[in-house]
T-cell receptor, first 113, second 112 residues
């Protein structure tokens, strides 16, 4: 058990809809990262937050947004969903900001119909 | 975009044999990490090697790093069926940005 909790585990929705994925980091970890894993693109970094502030941005679409709350949990919001957004979305956490070992949740599998 | 490229993409071996996976990357790095992913699960950190290190061991794992060739290898000795998983290398550039850039992974199958 990594200590990182992601909900929901599975999400099925339709094109054009909006969803929110939630992540609770490992106790004591201040950094949260979001990754998207798909068969064609592999594992892509989306965004990093550290203690509530955005620290790094990767290949995150403008339709996607995230935030980290004072209790350090994070949410990833995906809107105007398209078929191509179907993927596994992972949250990971680490104690500090730098390139340290990250602890991954088991992901949210998003299926767009 | 992918930073690392693992080689081979898939590897099938018998239990007890050694498995070697290679990773190449493109830009300068602060460290290189290897992760394992069991089917449908999250990634699990295996080992981290810093840019000033050449070799590191952890149990049955041996990692080497050649910064001049921008490459790394992961050796799993005396493999077990439970080692069946996908293995990814990931590079970090350090600083305040902790995001990792992952390769596409090597799918390892260990047959009992």
């Amino acid at each position: 058990d990594s200590g990182v909790t992601q909900t929901p585990k599975h999400l099925i929705t339709a094109t054009g809809q909006r969803v929110t994925l939630r992540c609770s980091p490992r106790s004591g970890d201040l950094s949260v990262y979001w990754y998207q894993q798909s068969l064609d693109q592999g594992l892509q970094f989306l965004i990093q937050y550290y203690n509530g502030e955005e620290r790094a941005k990767g290949n995150i679409l403008e339709r996607f947004s995230a935030q980290q709350f004072p209790d350090l949990h994070s949410e990833l919001n995906l809107s105007s969903l398209e078929l191509g957004d179907s993927a596994l979305y992972f949250c990971a956490s680490s104690p500090a900001q730098g390139a340290q070992p990250q602890h991954f949740g088991d992901g949210t599998r998003l299926s767009i119909l | 975009s992918q930073q690392g490229e693992e080689d081979p993409q898939a590897l099938s071996i018998q239990e007890g044999e050694n498995a070697t996976m290679n990773c190449s990357y493109k830009t300068s790095i602060n460290n290189l990490q290897w992760y394992r992913q069991n089917s449908g699960r999250g990634l699990v950190h295996l080992i981290l090697i810093r840019s000033n290190e050449r070799e590191k061991h952890s149990g049955r794992l041996r990692v080497t790093l050649d910064t001049s060739k921008k490459s790394s290898s992961l050796l799993i000795t005396a493999s077990r069926a439970a080692d069946t998983a996908s293995y990814f290398c990931a590079t970090g550039r350090g600083g305040s940005q902790g995001n990792l850039i992952f390769g596409k992974g090597t799918k390892l199958s260990v047959k009992p």
